[in-house]
Nanobody, 125 residues
């Protein structure tokens, strides 16, 4: 009953920018960390950036200084602003969130990691 939906992927030239967004919906009690991962064919999914509920962030070395992660706790959203894109940033980008779901009676029910279905980012050279 919890769903993550990404948007904002697409095709961009090297040096350009894209902004990804992810909205969490459903029976949500609270959201802890939120993050973006990416994956290319034949490779493991890798962490791109993460942000805690308090706003602390961390980035992969490969994107540090070019990407910025942010979140809107009121809207249960996380964004990834990607600047100075490079062809090697081409990947499917996945939203991830550590969510405590809402049970009956308005109490916390359980905690698990949820994933979006991914959005493709293609950077042409």
């Amino acid at each position: 009953q919890v769903q993550l939906v990404e948007s904002g992927g697409g095709l961009v030239q090297a040096g350009g920018s894209l902004r990804l967004s992810c909205a969490a919906s459903g029976s949500i009690f609270s959201i802890n960390a939120m993050a973006w991962y990416r994956q290319t064919p034949g490779k493991q999914r890798e962490l791109v950036a993460a942000i805690t509920s308090g706003g602390n962030t961390n980035y992969a070395d490969s994107v540090n200084g070019r990407f910025t992660i942010s979140r809107d706790n009121a809207k249960n959203m996380v964004n990834l602003q990607m600047n100075s894109l490079k062809p090697e940033d081409t990947a499917v980008y996945y939203c991830n969130a550590d969510i405590i779901s809402l049970g009956s009676g308005g109490v916390a029910r359980g905690r698990m990691a949820y994933w979006g279905k991914g959005t493709l980012v293609t950077v042409s050279s």
